[in-house]
């Protein structure tokens, strides 16, 4: 009966024990050793990047020779010790990362071999920033000496925070807006940083289309945006007319080099009609900035984007996507010079050049990256990517680090660097845990080319956006300073 009694007893006690650590107690035999404590703590949060895990029993324990024991499904069996009633799993813990410790039995034991139950718990190290700050030297000042105050300003705030915290930004639906940038708000509660618009129908506006249906002079929408904090991005679908018999032919416009007889090397020409018309929109563009120039307004400048497209992929057979990236990279450079050359001819000093990448694809190793599309460090202050996921066999929350690296490689970690426009947007954790800590990060607008949209949807949820939205190492609008 006293034996009965007591096993009663050593039942019970190792019931609490099963239930407080979730666990089945009914599998405990005799009096096996039982876990009291853990070092990190059980579902503990913001553990530090220790080198070593340590499960704490009840009574002095043994081990085997080879245990059986998991650290996020890998398995540990060299270096684990048994000190007293601790077992001590060697392992050096990274940051941002969630880990799950698994103890099977026969790992560990007690003097009368009875083997502890099986154990699993996990924990979460804190946010570490693997970020490398030794390896850029990013430029002192923008490459336009006679850049504005504002523009000087915007360019010291985005070096500040390079490397350590990522601004938000949406891109307008699709030309003169603020329409993606609400949509953000409604769902996250907060305004992006930055907001992208787009000269693509300079084409229907004044002053080269008095009568068309947009005017880009009406900066009112661009104003209010800035009056409340924002930063202010321009990009430029530029459409050009397919011949020299439709320049005033409007409707005609396009942008695919196989649509046009324009292209880089007939617009950098000294003569021509193509030449004229590349002036004559370089300077309607300029225009258009010298009047946000004149209100004290800086502005991310990101023209000729995606120039390189496929071009060179695919074995020599790809093309470029736009008419100025068609006719190679030479071409496009010497296009890309003549717009900065014309710009500062025309007194345009608020931009701040932002060169876009095609980086490297990973479905096409062989094609290299696009170094020898860069105008230079002369002509570039920011470079940035574009990158679409498409699908969800890639990590949709990836932070890309082998692309941020391949233009960190670029330009030898001297310019600033941004993912200007994609799919699915990375997440603070994998940014943090990579180092590749993008500048500022835009989702595009609309919808995906399978009819899935970009924001609220299973590319970036909701519950997403709302997490990256309020992450202390995200800025949004309210957080940023005035320029002026």
């Given at each position: ?5 007591a ?14 650590y ?19 703590s ?18 002095n324990?043994?081990?085997?020779p080879h ?7 890998e398995?540990?069996?060299?270096g ?6 601790q ?33 699993k718990?996990?924990?979460?190290t ?29 360019y ?9 915290k ?12 603020t ?23 300079f084409?229907h ?16 929408v ?24 439709d ?26 009609w193509?030449?004229?018309v590349?002036?004559?929109d370089?300077?309607i ?5 010298l ?9 991310l ?11 060179g992929k695919?074995?020599?057979s ?11 990279p ?37 094609a290299g ?12 202050d ?8 498409n699908?969800?066999?890639?990590d ?46 835009m989702?595009w ?7 899935v949209?970009?924001?609220d949807?299973?590319i ?5 956006l709302r997490?990256l ?14 320029f002026?």
């Amino acid at each position: 009966m006293a034996m009965v009694a007591a096993g009663i007893i050593s039942s019970c006690k190792d019931d609490e024990k099963g239930e407080a650590y979730g666990y089945d107690a009914t599998r405990f035999t005799g009096e096996a050793p039982a876990v009291v404590s853990t070092i990190p703590s059980i579902n503990e949060q913001d553990v530090d990047t220790l080198k070593q895990i340590v499960v704490n029993y009840d009574k002095n324990i043994f081990i085997p020779p080879h245990v059986s024991i998991k650290v996020n499904n890998e398995w540990v069996d060299s270096g684990v010790v048994a000190k007293g009633n601790q077992l001590i799993i060697p392992y050096e813990l990274k940051g941002n990362t969630t880990y799950t410790v698994e103890i099977m039995r026969p790992s560990v034991r007690d003097e009368l071999y009875d083997f502890a139950l099986d154990f699993k718990f996990s924990f979460t190290t804190m946010l570490v920033n693997a970020f490398n700050p030794n390896l850029f030297q990013i430029a002192e000042a923008p490459v336009n000496p006679n850049a504005t105050p504002e523009t000087v300003a915007l360019y010291n705030y985005l070096k500040e925070n390079f490397g350590k915290k990522s601004l938000t930004a949406a891109i307008a639906n699709v030309n003169w807006n603020t329409e993606n940038a609400e949509a953000l708000y409604q769902i996250t509660g907060k305004y992006p940083a930055i907001n992208t618009f787009d000269y693509i129908h300079f084409n229907h506006s004044a002053p080269l289309h008095a009568e068309g249906w947009i005017d880009y002079t009406n900066t009112q929408v661009v104003e209010d945006w800035v009056d409340n904090g924002g930063i202010v991005s321009c990009m430029w679908h530029w459409m050009v007319p397919p011949s020299q018999a439709d320049i005033n032919n409007f409707n005609s416009y396009v942008i695919n080099p196989d649509e046009t007889e324009m292209t880089a090397q007939t617009a950098t020409r000294s003569s021509g009609w193509a030449h004229e018309v590349a002036i004559r929109d370089i300077d309607i563009i300029a225009d258009y900035l010298l009047q946000l120039q004149q209100k004290g307004i800086p502005v991310l400048w990101r023209p000729l984007h995606e120039a390189r497209g496929n071009y060179g992929k695919y074995n020599g057979s790809g093309k470029a996507w736009f008419w100025w990236g068609g006719k190679g990279p030479l071409q496009f450079k010497k296009l890309w010079m003549m717009m900065f050359d014309r710009f500062k001819e025309k007194g345009v000093n608020n931009v701040l050049w932002v060169w876009t990448s095609e980086g490297i694809d990973p479905n096409d190793p062989s094609a290299g990256d696009d170094s020898d599309w860069y105008p230079g460090d002369d002509y570039v202050d920011i470079i940035s990517r574009d990158y679409y996921f498409n699908d969800k066999s890639n990590d949709y929350h990836s932070a890309l680090a082998d692309q941020f690296e391949t233009l960190r490689q670029i330009t030898g970690g001297k310019k600033l660097i941004a993912l200007s426009e994609g799919d699915a947007m990375p997440s603070v954790n994998n940014m943090l845990s990579t180092g590749a800590m993008w500048s500022w990060c835009m989702p595009w607008y609309g919808q995906s080319s399978i009819g899935v949209p970009y924001i609220d949807s299973p590319i970036n949820t909701s519950d997403f956006l709302r997490e990256l939205y309020t992450s202390p190492l995200i800025i949004t609008r309210d957080q940023v300073p005035s320029f002026k």
